[in-house]
C-alpha cells in the first residue's frame, strides 16, 4: 500500500516525476514538449480531427509553436535562471576566470555527444526539435524561389520523422552510456 517513507505508492511516481523535472534542463524541456505536441498535433492532422495547415503559415505556426512552449517551459524554469545567474555572479566576483574545473571540462564533440545522448527522449527530442526547426527555417528563406505546400504531407513527414529519430538515437545512446562508462574505469 505504501511505498518508501510511509507515503501513497502514486506519490512515488510523483516523486519520480519531480526527481525528473529538477534534473531535466531547459532545453530538454522544451525539445520534449515540441516534439510531443508537435507529434501529436500531426496525428490529429492526419487524422482530420483538425485542419491541416497549408503553405508558409503551416511552417510558420511550428515556429510559433516552438515560441510559446518556450515561454511556457521558461516560466516554470526561472527559478533554475536564478540560480545559474547568482552562480556566475559568485564566479566572476571570486575572479574564478581560471576556474580549474572548466580547464579540465571535455571536449566540446563530447559535451555535445552528451547533450544530445546522454538521456534517449530528451536527446531524440532535442534532435527532432533541431530538425524540425532547421526545415521550417529553410523552407521560409527559400519560399520566393519555391513556395512552401504545408498540407497533410508536411504532417506525415512530421510524424515518419520523429519515428525515424527514435529509432535512430535509441543504438546511438546505448553507444554513448557504454562509451561513457568505459572511459569512466579507465580514468578510475
Same mark, same amino acid.
Given at each position: ?69 518556450? !515561454?511556457? *517551459?521558461? +516560466?516554470?524554469? #526561472?527559478?533554475?535562471?536564478?540560480? %545559474?545567474?547568482?552562480?556566475? @555572479?559568485? =564566479?566572476? /566576483? &571570486? ?65 515518419? !520523422?520523429? *519515428?525515424? +529519430?527514435?529509432? #535512430?538515437?535509441?543504438?546511438?545512446? %546505448?553507444?554513448?552510456?557504454? @562509451?561513457? =562508462?568505459? /572511459? &569512466?574505469?579507465?580514468?578510475?
Amino acid at each position: 500500500m505504501s511505498s518508501k517513507g510511509g507515503s501513497p505508492s502514486n506519490l512515488g511516481l510523483v516523486a519520480r516525476l519531480r526527481a525528473w523535472w529538477d534534473d531535466s534542463p531547459f532545453l530538454g524541456d522544451v525539445a520534449v514538449g515540441f516534439a510531443v505536441v508537435t507529434v501529436v498535433n500531426s496525428v490529429m492532422m492526419l487524422t482530420g480531427l483538425d485542419e491541416p495547415k497549408t503553405g508558409s503559415f503551416a511552417y510558420v505556426h511550428l515556429l510559433g509553436r516552438l515560441g510559446i512552449i518556450t !515561454l511556457i *517551459v521558461g +516560466v516554470f524554469h #526561472l527559478g533554475d535562471l536564478g540560480d %545559474r545567474v547568482a552562480a556566475w @555572479r559568485q =564566479r566572476a /566576483r &571570486a575572479g574564478d576566470r581560471h576556474d580549474p574545473a572548466r580547464r579540465s571540462s571535455p571536449p566540446l564533440r563530447d559535451r555535445i555527444l552528451g547533450f544530445l545522448l546522454d538521456r534517449w527522449l530528451e536527446g531524440s527530442a532535442r534532435v527532432y526539435t533541431l530538425a524540425v526547426t532547421s526545415v521550417c527555417l529553410v523552407v521560409l528563406a527559400l519560399a520566393q524561389v519555391r513556395p512552401p505546400v504545408g498540407g497533410a504531407e508536411l504532417y506525415r513527414n512530421l510524424v515518419s !520523422l520523429a *519515428v525515424l +529519430v527514435l529509432l #535512430l538515437m535509441l543504438p546511438m545512446t %546505448r553507444w554513448y552510456r557504454r @562509451r561513457s =562508462r568505459i /572511459r &569512466a574505469a579507465r580514468s578510475a
